[in-house]
T-cell receptor
Framework: GNSVTQMEGPVTLSEEAFLTINCTYT??????LFWYVQYPGEGLQLLLK?????DKGSNKGFEATYRKETTSFHLEKGSVQVSDSAVYFC??????????????FGKGTHLIIQP | DAGVTQSPTHLIKTRGQQVTLRCSPK?????VSWYQQALGQGPQFIFQ???????QRGNFPDRFSGHQFPNYSSELNVNALLLGDSALYLC???????????FGPGTRLTVL
């Protein structure tokens, strides 16, 4: 079956530090890959996505590249801010039968940015 | 555009009771998926509705059932509630074959 593994948290960084959150996946076929962010007390928001190998998703300074050879989709940001503190989820979805499968999520990585 | 909306925001039930949660998809979307998020965990896929039929189901017992209406809104029903059903229930909507899903704020269910 499909699965997503992401680094355990919490991850604590100082403001303006470089961020990497690792994500690897197992799936048949060619899944689409996503990063979602969940701020305290809120639902999930799509941060970025990539739908095929070597695609780079980017948004709000965050980037992730779909690496099929290493089955990875690591999230990076060059300079984090206190406002980036949240829980980040890596997820995948396959397209089948004309529709899209339900998302398979990792367990989430809690990011804490200290001023 | 109101985005995905869910009701109620919070709900408290006792073991053995039944509960119904509601979701209205983002305007223009025709597919609704439901997820269960236990505290400190990632969301787990329950099922997906498209054209008023259950299109795909995750690893959840038959106590979990759903419905989609002609206006694409959806309900999640859980029968014979267990303490372990306490969680945040998230609804997500998408458009047909596109797999980008937009999430609502969730319903927090507490089972006592």
């Amino acid at each position: 079956g499909n699965s997503v593994t992401q680094m355990e948290g919490p991850v604590t960084l100082s403001e303006e530090a470089f961020l990497t959150i690792n994500c690897t996946y197992t799936a048949t076929g060619y899944p689409s890959l996503f990063w979602y962010v969940q701020y305290p007390g809120e639902g999930l928001q799509l941060l970025l996505k990539a739908t095929k190998a070597d695609d780079k998703g980017s948004n709000k300074g965050f980037e992730a590249t779909y690496r099929k050879e290493t089955t990875s989709f690591h999230l990076e940001k060059g300079s984090v801010q206190v406002s980036d503190s949240a829980v980040y989820f890596c997820a995948l979805s396959r397209k089948s039968g004309g529709g899209a499968d339900g998302l398979t999520f990792g367990k989430g990585t809690h990011l804490i940015i200290q001023p | 555009d109101a985005g995905v909306t869910q009701s109620p925001t919070h709900l408290i039930k006792t073991r053995g009771q039944q509960v119904t949660l509601r979701c209205s998809p983002k305007s223009g979307h025709d597919t609704v998926s439901w997820y269960q998020q236990a505290l400190g965990q990632g969301p787990q896929f329950i099922f997906q509705y498209y054209e008023e039929e259950e299109r795909q189901r995750g690893n959840f017992p038959d106590r979990f059932s759903g419905h989609q209406f002609p206006n694409y809104s959806s309900e999640l029903n859980v029968n014979a509630l267990l303490l372990g059903d306490s969680a945040l229930y998230l609804c997500a909507s998408s458009l047909g074959g596109y797999n980008e899903q937009f999430f609502g704020p969730g319903t927090r269910l507490t089972v006592l």
